[in-house]
């Protein structure tokens, strides 16, 4: 317990006063706990003659802007106050001729800058006074100057960041020394386009993506069976440009070892007897063996005498179906692993009785572990999600079930991330050459007509192929006098790939030709896609009688339909009918006249606007707009 003190009255002596303020300072850090409570205030405070203290009834925690102003406001006071309170300032050091890198502070330590308040300004605490406040030159941000490098943004998902100079000029024809880089670029971005490493792409940067996904399972399982001598059989599916022959093909180039690898496609192999020829075909060339000469025999055998006038010839023999299950049964047999790739697998499923489906996945089913066989394989690419509901019950029994998915890019930002990949494919060039076309492509890319062009396109097709093809017209049309890539460049690979307007000459129309063609839109509203010439001359019709019953006003003169004959609206149709703008939909028959002979119209009704717009005819655009 502390002694007792006597209470002092107002005619203390100055001397006692100033020896019980000094022992007040003694016990400092016990005091400041005491009075942090508004009740143990002293009520009748006497002068004081030492340093002035801080006594705060709470804690505020003030943003550096808030602080700075209004450290600033109260510069020119003796005694800077913050809410009421006096506060006394530590003396700040000296500030550093250079900013520093803002560092750790250490635990435990409140941190104030000199020049630049942090961003979280720990709260004091109760013990802590503004004096033991530390200072570390370190802990000052760094502000780059003029001429230093700027970091390329980095691509999503990670990588290396790339430091380019702020200021470089392109040169707009290319120097002599340089032309064999230019020449060595393109070959490694064509050649990188070609492969199928540009198919992969990252969603973010804590999550691989649906094909990196997909690799990893159609890796783990073509592993097992090219390793241990499993029979698994998968389906790869997703829609159209999504990767799935790029990721069959790379999850076949990574695999230990060089499994014999049987490649057939829906489209091409419409039978199972054609199927069969091109499993014996390809299983010759990369083993060396015929499996289809006792086959020939036999077939040979079977046949009747040649026909005398068919000139001889190379021919090939198909064998039959029968010896379709003789072959698929061998596969397990070879000298190495066997991976059976079926492209369009639902069209394999059309095929009579699931022959070769059948033969494929029950022989999959009964390659065991440890029977002294090497694995098989089957995965089938495919587009439609309902492929497992075409397998017939006995082919369906004997299929894993395991499916696969792959999906294209998600987000412009992929694009953008796959494009600067490709364009920055390596080359052993000079070193030059590498900052020239480095900050040309970062140029290309942060171009915003790139971008606009690029983001309409990822709106028309998710296809990453869409981009591919761009990206090979860009570096093929790349020359000495345009060595670097620019947003003409994309403008002109997108008109190329883009479908020219199918009627240029819309707009040279006649004015009956341009009123057959509203007329269509009237009856294609109505829901009638079959016309003949009766139904637009009856509504051409009943529109010039409605114009002419109250026709359009304009600086007091009256605008109405031209009144055209049904002989020129006749001539009028079979104009259009020889620019192919109305197709018809039956066969030519004498017995119906040319007026009732139904047609269907091929022009949309956006040219039939433009076209109507270019004429400025008020009438016909009113009429036009009836049809919306």
């Not at 900013?99 to 000199?114: D, E, H, I, N």
């Not at 060039?429 to 990822?458: C, N, P, Q």
């Not at 009627?503 to 009856?523: D, E, G, R």
């Not at 717009?613 to 009438?619: D, K, L, V």
Request: proline residues 8%.
């Amino acid at each position: 317990m502390p002694p007792k003190r006597k209470a002092t009255d107002d005619s203390a002596t100055p001397s006692r006063v100033t020896r019980t303020r000094q022992h007040d300072d003694d016990d400092d850090d016990d005091e400041l706990n005491l009075r942090l409570s508004p009740t143990k205030l002293p009520s009748t405070p006497g002068p004081r003659h030492g340093p002035s203290r801080v006594v705060m009834d709470y804690i505020e925690i003030t943003t550096p802007k808030t602080l700075a102003h209004t450290l600033r406001s109260n510069t020119a006071c003796a005694s800077p106050t913050i809410n009421g309170l006096k506060l006394r300032l530590p003396k700040e050091p000296s500030t550093p001729s250079r900013q520093l890198r803002l560092g750790p502070a250490s635990p435990g330590k409140a941190v104030q800058s000199p020049s630049t308040p942090s961003r979280v300004r720990p709260p004091l605490t109760p013990r802590a006074s503004p004096s033991k406040l530390q200072f570390h030159p370190n802990d000052v941000p760094v502000t780059p100057s003029k001429r230093a490098t700027r970091p390329l943004s980095p691509r999503k998902g990670g990588g290396d960041i790339i430091a380019l100079p702020t200021a470089i000029k392109l040169p707009g024809v290319l120097p002599a020394h340089l032309v064999p880089c230019l020449r060595l670029q393109k070959r490694a971005i064509l050649g990188a386009l070609q492969s199928s490493q540009s198919s992969e792409v990252i969603d973010d940067e804590d999550h691989l993506s649906t094909n990196s996904t997909a690799y990893t399972q159609l890796h783990n399982l073509l592993h097992g069976t090219t390793t241990r001598g499993e029979g698994n059989s998968c389906l790869l599916l997703g829609p159209r440009g999504s990767g799935k022959t790029s990721l069959i093909e790379q999850t076949i180039k990574d695999l230990p070892g060089e499994p014999i690898v049987l490649r057939l496609s829906g489209h091409t192999q419409h039978n199972d007897r054609l199927a069969l020829r091109e499993v014996a075909r390809q299983l010759s060339q990369q083993t060396g063996k015929s499996f289809l000469r006792d086959m020939e025999e036999d077939v040979n055998n079977t046949e009747e005498d040649p026909n005398p006038f068919i000139d001889p010839g190379p021919t090939i023999s198909i064998p039959p179906p029968s010896h379709l299950p003789a072959l698929i049964s061998v596969l397990p047999t070879l000298s190495r692993p066997t991976v059976v790739i079926l492209d369009a697998f639902d069209l394999f499923a059309h095929h009579a009785r699931q022959s070769l489906l059948y033969c494929l996945l029950d022989t999959v089913q009964s390659c065991k572990v440890g029977q002294g066989n090497n694995g098989l394989a089957v995965v089938g690419i495919t587009t439609r999600i309902d492929t497992i509901n075409l397998l017939e019950k006995r082919v369906k029994s004997r299929f894993s079930g395991r499916m696969i998915r792959t999906a294209p890019p998600s987000d412009l930002l992929s694009w953008i991330n796959i494009s600067r990949r490709l364009l920055n494919t390596p080359v052993d060039g000079s070193s030059e050459w590498g900052t020239l076309w480095t900050f040309a492509v970062y140029t290309f890319l942060e171009d915003r007509k790139v971008v606009d062009t690029i983001r309409d396109t990822f709106a028309l097709t998710r296809d990453i192929r869409m981009l591919k093809q761009l990206l090979t017209a860009i570096v093929t049309n790349l020359r000495t006098t345009s060595p670097f890539p620019t947003a003409s460049h994309i403008s002109a690979a997108v008109s190329t790939q883009r479908l020219r307007q199918k009627f240029s000459n819309l707009q040279a129309l006649s004015y009956p030709s341009i009123c057959l063609l509203v007329a269509a839109m009237h009856a294609h509203s109505a829901g009638h896609d079959v016309i003949t010439f009766e139904m637009l001359y009856d509504a051409f019709r009943e529109e010039f009688r409605a114009s002419s019953a109250a026709p359009i006003q304009i600086e007091g003169g009256s605008i109405g339909m031209a009144r055209c004959s049904r002989e020129v609206l006749m001539r009028s149709f079979e104009e259009l009918v020889g620019a192919h703008m109305l197709t018809s939909v039956v066969a030519p028959s004498p017995n119906v006249a040319p007026e009732f002979v139904r047609y269907r119209c091929l022009v949309e009704r956006g040219a039939v606007k433009q076209a109507v717009t270019a004429m400025g005819q008020t009438n016909v655009k009113k009429w036009l707009n009836k049809a919306s």
